[in-house]
């Protein structure tokens, strides 16, 4: 089943196993990709994965969530991105381009020193280990900020297809970022139009995703979603996969073609030893939204008997698979004699 041929908008993929989007931290001062960037791409190209999540690109400097993190946020960053995407479709890698807001998520306080840099976020809620240490909090978004970040997202994500030449394009709403914080009601208390209910908390995630969907209505478009604010065998808190099948039904009517399941404030399980421990999230998911889209479930799956299960199984349609594009990118060519 891993390499049952799957078409997505008029693109056939041989295999179902996708690149989890990996942050390389290569990026030059303005955001572009550097020469290290080219060689790990040239990398992950020939390693015979049908589609690439390609790492988050922040769609504007309050966005970032620290400075090596590669941007979207002008058309002359987007033409030098698309030094990426020509590797990856020269490769026969179906591309879709990460975006993403990091909110209050700071991964380097070092991103306070880049001009015009404001720690943005719904009701601000440090997320991280970094606020202590910064000794300030994150600051509250205003709504026509919040206007703004929409906007931001939608050109970024135009651009992004149009000038660096990405297939498609793939919204971040987890791992506790911008849009991940904005579905938790541990992270967003606000009273307006983005926050108390669980459909006014994804409002945000609806906007730019009809946006995208609306200006972009042939690529194949896909959001990352936090379905969870605990792991698996933790005791449940915030967010919870109930309120996230009401919102993956939504993104499925908005035209999103790819759910990819994967936690919330919790993170993507970087502790986790245990085998595809995101597995009943993404079996859930799938089994509420049906057919209306495809789920790709990521999380320590990094075995071809236990990929194969999980698609035979109905779990999800795709695979994810992380870190073990990073320790051994050959896999695919393992997987596939062992299948
Ligand atoms: C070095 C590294 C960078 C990552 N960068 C991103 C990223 O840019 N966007 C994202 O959504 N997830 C990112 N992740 C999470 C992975 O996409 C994936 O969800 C996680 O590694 C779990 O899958 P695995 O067990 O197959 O590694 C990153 C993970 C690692 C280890």
Request: net charge negative.
């Given at each position: 089943?891993?390499?049952?041929?799957?078409?997505?908008?008029?693109?056939?993929?041989?295999?179902?196993?996708?690149?989890?989007?990996?942050?390389?931290?290569?990026?030059?001062?303005?955001?572009?990709?550097?020469?290290?960037?080219?060689?790990?791409?040239?990398?992950?190209?020939?390693?015979?994965?049908?589609?690439?999540?390609?790492?988050?690109?922040?769609?504007?400097?309050?966005?970032?969530?620290?400075?090596?993190?590669?941007?979207?946020?002008?058309?002359?960053?987007?033409?030098?991105?698309?030094?990426?995407?020509?590797?990856?479709?020269?490769?026969?890698?179906?591309?879709?381009?990460?975006?993403?807001?990091?909110?209050?998520?700071?991964?380097?306080?070092?991103?306070?020193?880049?001009?015009?840099?404001?720690?943005?976020?719904?009701?601000?809620?440090?997320?991280?280990?970094?606020?202590?240490?910064?000794?300030?909090?994150?600051?509250?978004?205003?709504?026509?900020e919040i206007k703004k970040t929409a906007e931001d997202f939608i050109n970024a994500a135009v651009r992004m297809v149009e000038i660096a030449g990405y297939?498609?394009?793939?919204?971040?709403?987890?791992?506790?970022?911008?849009?991940?914080?904005?579905?938790?009601?541990?992270?967003?208390?606000?009273?307006?139009?983005?926050?108390?209910?669980?459909?006014?908390?994804?409002?945000?995630?609806?906007?730019?995703?009809?946006?995208?969907?609306?200006?972009?209505?042939?690529?194949?478009?896909?959001?990352?979603?936090?379905?969870?604010?605990?792991?698996?065998?933790?005791?449940?808190?915030?967010?919870?996969?109930?309120?996230?099948?009401?919102?993956?039904?939504?993104?499925?009517?908005?035209?999103?073609?790819?759910?990819?399941?994967?936690?919330?404030?919790?993170?993507?399980?970087?502790?986790?030893?245990?085998?595809?421990?995101?597995?009943?999230?993404?079996?859930?998911?799938?089994?509420?939204?049906?057919?209306?889209?495809?789920?790709?479930?990521?999380?320590?799956?990094?075995?071809?008997?236990?990929?194969?299960?999980?698609?035979?199984?109905?779990?999800c349609d795709f695979v994810g698979v992380g870190r073990l594009m990073l320790q051994d990118p050959d896999f695919v060519s393992r997987w596939k004699e062992s299948c």
């Amino acid at each position: 089943m891993i390499f049952e041929p799957i078409e997505i908008k008029n693109h056939l993929l041989t295999n179902r196993i996708v690149s989890a989007p990996l942050a390389s931290l290569s990026s030059m001062e303005d955001g572009a990709p550097s020469e290290k960037s080219l060689e790990i791409y040239k990398r992950f190209a020939a390693s015979g994965v049908a589609l690439m999540m390609v790492e988050h690109h922040a769609i504007n400097i309050c966005g970032r969530t620290r400075p090596a993190q590669f941007l979207a946020d002008s058309d002359d960053v987007a033409t030098n991105h698309s030094a990426i995407s020509t590797i990856l479709k020269d490769g026969g890698v179906l591309c879709l381009v990460q975006i993403n807001h990091a909110g209050a998520k700071i991964a380097d306080p070092a991103v306070f020193d880049m001009e015009g840099y404001r720690p943005q976020s719904p009701s601000g809620i440090p997320v991280g280990d970094n606020w202590d240490k910064l000794g300030r909090k994150p600051e509250v978004m205003t709504l026509s900020e919040i206007k703004k970040t929409a906007e931001d997202f939608i050109n970024a994500a135009v651009r992004m297809v149009e000038i660096a030449g990405y297939d498609g394009v793939q919204i971040h709403a987890s791992h506790g970022y911008l849009l991940g914080q904005f579905l938790s009601p541990l992270t967003n208390r606000r009273e307006d139009e983005y926050g108390g209910t669980e459909a006014k908390r994804a409002r945000l995630l609806y906007e730019i995703t009809d946006g995208i969907r609306q200006s972009l209505k042939d690529i194949p478009l896909s959001v990352r979603l936090g379905v969870a604010d605990y792991l698996t065998g933790e005791k449940a808190k915030g967010l919870s996969t109930d309120d996230t099948v009401a919102v993956a039904r939504e993104l499925a009517n908005l035209g999103v073609d790819i759910i990819g399941v994967t936690g919330n404030l919790c993170g993507f399980g970087v502790d986790r030893k245990d085998s595809a421990y995101f597995a009943p999230y993404a079996e859930r998911i799938k089994s509420s939204i049906g057919s209306s889209a495809l789920v790709e479930c990521s999380g320590g799956i990094r075995d071809a008997v236990t990929a194969d299960k999980m698609l035979r199984d109905d779990v999800c349609d795709f695979v994810g698979v992380g870190r073990l594009m990073l320790q051994d990118p050959d896999f695919v060519s393992r997987w596939k004699e062992s299948c």
